[in-house]
């Protein structure tokens, strides 16, 4: 493996060796000894469709170029522990592997949901020392809580299974830790696209085996995600709107979810269903229809090397998100960064596209640009979201992975 595939072309072996050594000596003043091996977990980007996995839609995920690096050590006495840069350390015993309500939303209730989650497929864990830093962009919704997740599934993986779990299972795994333990509901497309990596078009058809295929990111091309650094709070409620209105047109034709209900039924009923739904109800379901078709649209383009339609895809996604989904700014709000960076977006990009980024509302913002224009854009979006949110990343070819420091670092 090439640093390139884990960094991107401007992959940098010294600052690398250097982030090694630093990490090294946390381990040895931490828990003692040298590492015995090495690991990474990437962030992920939505890079095509928003909002439709939670209604058994189809996304195009990419693994990108920033990761949790970690250093691990085996041990032999049943107990996990875990030192984290920036965290405070914690004591996993793995005698004790049941739901403890009081972790919801810490670390180790992660690590205890994984180990769970292998033990019900019928394989044993055990011990081991884990010493970690993050170079995963903060507040940037990169899903770095996935990545720690596939961390920690994979370092169980080598030590213990002998690699046998694939990136699916892992996955799912880390989905059941996230829901389970940690006490949150996400879907399944960040741990999917953390632990394949490259870029996938991942279809959810049927969530509990994803239909993916590996595809060819555009070279010259890279991403670069803006934090506008609007408010998440009081916002729960608009992100569980999207999916349950959703839901509720799909129930209006007795169904779970849209993926179950066929277009042109959909299409036929519009008279009907505005009887007993609202507009954007309807609208939010032709932003799922119509952000599927553009993930198939965006999809072809890569295998074809259309790069010009890739782009287009990425745009209307975004127009799609504004118009129909109307995740960009909170009804009624005056407070709109995302609708700002994307207006500023479309007047400064010439090659390249862009689209809100994850949940919305008051979050991130992607765009997918040349390279030539990258320095340019980060400057104009720093100048007004503060340069300090704005990040550069390319596509990250493997997922969360053992790593051959020495080879690396040479």
């Not at 940098?12 to 931490?30: G, H, M, P, Q, T």
């Not at 299972?169 to 960040?190: M, W």
């Not at 299409?267 to 229809?289: D, T």
Request: proline share 3%; charged share 20%; net charge negative.
């Amino acid at each position: 493996m090439q640093l390139q595939e884990l960094y991107g072309v401007g992959a940098d072996r010294s600052k690398f060796s250097a982030r090694v050594k630093r990490l090294e000596e946390l381990f040895i003043r931490a828990i003692g000894g040298r590492p015995q091996e090495w690991f990474s977990s990437s962030g992920r980007a939505e890079i095509c469709g928003n909002h439709t996995d939670h209604n058994h839609g189809k996304v195009l995920v990419a693994a990108i170029s920033c990761d949790i690096l970690a250093a691990v050590k085996r041990r032999d006495d049943g107990v996990i522990r875990v030192f984290s840069e920036g965290f405070s350390p914690f004591v996993l015993d793995l005698s004790d592997l049941s739901v403890h309500p009081s972790e919801y939303g810490q670390s180790i209730a992660l690590v205890r949901g994984i180990v769970k989650g292998i033990a019900d497929r019928g394989y044993k864990v055990g011990g081991f020392d884990v010493c970690s830093e993050s170079n995963i962009f903060r507040g940037a919704g990169v899903s770095s809580s996935a990545a720690f997740e596939l961390l920690i599934c994979e370092i169980c993986n080598v030590l213990y299974l002998n690699g046998t779990l694939d990136p699916i299972s892992k996955a799912i795994i880390a989905q059941y830790s996230e829901n389970v333990y940690f006490g949150k509901p996400c879907g399944l497309l960040d741990q999917s696209g953390i632990a394949l990596g490259g870029i996938h078009a991942i279809d959810f058809c049927t969530p509990s085996a994803p239909i993916t295929e590996r595809l060819i990111p555009p070279e010259g091309y890279s991403i670069v995600i803006t934090n506008t650094g609007g408010s998440h709070a009081a916002l729960t409620e608009h992100y569980a709107a999207i999916q349950s209105e959703m839901r509720a047109v799909a129930g209006y034709f007795g169904k779970s979810v849209l993926r179950e209900v066929e277009q042109a039924a959909f299409w036929e009923a519009i008279p009907r269903l505005r009887q007993s739904l609202s507009e954007r109800a309807i609208l939010r379901a032709f932003h799922f229809y119509e952000e599927n078709a553009r993930v198939d649209a965006a999809a072809a383009a890569l295998r074809e090397k259309n790069v010009s339609a890739f782009l287009a895809a990425i745009a209307a996604s975004g127009v799609s998100s504004q118009n129909c989904l109307q995740n960009c700014f909170v009804p009624g709000s005056a407070e709109q960064p995302v609708s700002l960076a994307l207006h500023m977006s479309e007047r400064i990009i010439r090659n390249g596209a862009a689209r809100i980024h994850g949940g919305g509302f008051a979050g991130t913002v992607l765009a997918y640009l040349a390279e030539d224009e990258v320095s340019a854009y980060v400057a104009e979006m720093g100048a007004v979201f503060g340069k300090e949110n704005v990040f550069t990343a390319q596509v990250r070819i493997p997922g969360a992975i053992r790593l051959e420091v020495g080879a690396l670092i040479q």
